[in-house]
């Protein structure tokens, strides 16, 4: 099982001003690609709160570690100060990093008409200023880059908070390579629609399904005059995790329709 925990640092979050799509996204496509999340947590932009939050993480020893906030250049950016507290490593000017957020301000100068003479103000140096020992990550459309450490045997990948920045550096980086530490797993889903039944009815036929069909997870959703069934696995491929699935959606079918449920949608 490769394990995945997801930190979303930012007071915007905390208060309710931006929803967190990041989380769902990042969620999503992590699932997708056959990994497991077991984690996703929010924080506040406190240096002290993302070193802790960070340690605490790395004790579970997932597999990867995702942040997303924090990376640019305002007093309240202070996720490179907490991965450097996590770390217990001394802050520095990446030179790679540097190049990169010089060369970025040079192309957003150039754009716009505006005069080329780039200045490396200090907004901008603390972009390129990261925990020794860190790889900078190529940020496609952005111009702070991003970073790839390893602390012990978990991956710590850190993105930027803003949405189109993030999902563009983890499907050219970070998407590859859980793709390949997932190896031959793979996730499937599908959704049965149900009436005429009571949740608190479906849920022995629920428990009897899971424990007919190892690995197959069953959750109900009660939704507007009727209830959804999402039924999901992680399994490698050579168990066929389709077609297990299908047997699962299958029996829990035939169930309902003999407690005199009626299902909506052919399983």
């Not at 189109?164 to 590859?176: H, L, S």
């Not at 077609?243 to 035939?254: H, P, T």
Request: net charge neutral.
């Amino acid at each position: 099982m490769t394990d995945v925990e997801i930190i979303c640092i930012g007071n915007e979050l905390l208060i309710g001003k931006i929803m967190n799509t990041n989380a769902h996204w990042l969620a999503t496509q992590t699932t997708q690609l056959g990994a497991n999340v077991t984690r996703i947590t929010v924080i506040q932009d406190i240096v002290e709160e993302i070193g802790r939050t960070i340690n605490e993480a790395k004790t579970r020893k997932p597999n990867f570690i995702i942040t997303t906030g924090g990376l640019g250049p305002t007093f309240d950016d202070k996720t490179m100060q907490g991965i450097g507290n996590a770390l217990g490593r001394k802050m520095e000017v990446n030179p790679v990093a540097f190049e990169f957020v010089k060369q970025r301000t040079f192309e957003y100068l150039k754009k716009r008409g505006m005069p080329l003479k780039v200045e490396m103000t200090p907004p901008r140096v603390k972009m390129a200023t990261f925990p020794e020992e860190a790889d900078p990550v190529t940020n496609p459309i952005g111009t702070a880059p991003a970073l790839r450490t390893v602390m012990d045997r978990t991956v710590l990948f850190v993105l930027p908070g803003v949405p189109t920045e993030m999902e563009c550096i983890f499907k050219d980086t970070i998407a590859p390579e859980i793709t390949m530490a997932v190896g031959k797993s793979v996730f499937c889903q599908r959704s049965l629609f149900v009436e005429d039944i009571f949740e608190s009815r479906l849920a022995p036929l629920i428990d009897t399904v899971m424990k007919d069909n190892k690995g197959v997870y069953i959750k109900s959703h009660p939704l507007s005059g009727h209830i959804e069934l999402h039924l999901t696995i992680r399994a490698s491929q050579e168990r066929n995790p389709a077609k297990m699935l299908r047997k699962a959606a299958k029996e829990i079918a035939k169930l309902i329709e003999q407690n005199d449920g009626k299902v909506l949608v052919e399983p």
